[in-house]
T-cell receptor
Framework: AQTVTQSQPEMSVQEAETVTLSCTYD???????LFWYKQPPSRQMILVIR??????QNATENRFSVNFQKAAKSFSLKISDSQLGDAAMYFC????????????FGGGTRLMVKP | DGGITQSPKYLFRKEGQNVTLSCEQN?????MYWYRQDPGQGLRLIYY???????QKGDIAEGYSVSREKKESFPLTVTSAQKNPTAFYLC???????????FGPGTRLTVL
């Protein structure tokens, strides 16, 4: 079974600074997707960024980028120029291809942004 | 506006009662999903449906039931067999079984 681990229950960052959230996963598959979701206080889950395992290039979405290390099974999220609105729970998720689109989530990291 | 609606936002029930959580989407998505979230934890899959009149159990299906009679609706019933039903429940949908999932706003269920 696949597992996803987020080892940082809480992180804090100063506004305008950069922060990196860690995620590791365990799988024997070679074809899969990885995601970062944001859950603000409203509790609605919002997709931040996705990475296909077969792509070596790290995904980027504006201020959000990932460091995908397939051999190490590591998938960290970097948030640049942090904003107050970035404060939320962040969840890393794994999806095996051809597996009915089932997501496996990590336990989450609470990010606090200090003004 | 297209989206996923879950109602109500907060739901209270007495222990031993069955309760049904609503999930509706007007995105014309084929696949729909139900997740449970406990405090300080990630989401766990309860049930999912890839097409109408078909659904499969997820990781924690015991004590829950679903139906998929219409493409836009995927209600979840929390039965009295569910030992710890108090949780936050999230519904999601995707265009197909391989596309990104979009989430509804969730329902907070409290069993007294």
């Amino acid at each position: 079974a696949q597992t996803v681990t987020q080892s940082q229950p809480e992180m804090s960052v100063q506004e305008a600074e950069t922060v990196t959230l860690s995620c590791t996963y365990d799988t024997s598959e070679s074809d899969y997707y990885l995601f970062w979701y944001k859950q603000p206080p409203s509790r609605q889950m919002i997709l931040v960024i996705r990475q296909e395992a077969y792509k070596q290039q790290n995904a980027t979405e504006n201020r959000f980028s990932v460091n995908f290390q397939k051999a190490a099974k590591s998938f960290s999220l970097k948030i640049s120029d942090s904003q107050l609105g970035d404060a939320a729970m962040y969840f890393c998720a794994y999806r095996r291809n051809n597996a009915g689109n089932m997501l496996t989530f990590g336990g989450g990291t609470r990010l606090m942004v200090k003004p | 506006d297209g989206g996923i609606t879950q109602s109500p936002k907060y739901l209270f029930r007495k222990e031993g009662q069955n309760v049904t959580l609503s999930c509706e989407q007007n995105l014309n998505h084929d696949a729909m999903y139900w997740y449970r979230q406990d405090p300080g934890q990630g989401l766990r899959l309860i049930y999912y449906s890839q097409i109408v009149n078909d659904f499969q159990k997820g990781d924690i299906a015991e004590g829950y039931s679903v139906s998929r009679e219409k493409k836009e609706s995927f209600p979840l019933t929390v039965t009295s067999a569910q030992k710890n039903p108090t949780a936050f429940y999230l519904c999601a949908s995707s265009i197909s079984r391989v596309n990104e999932q979009f989430f509804g706003p969730g329902t907070r269920l409290t069993v007294l």
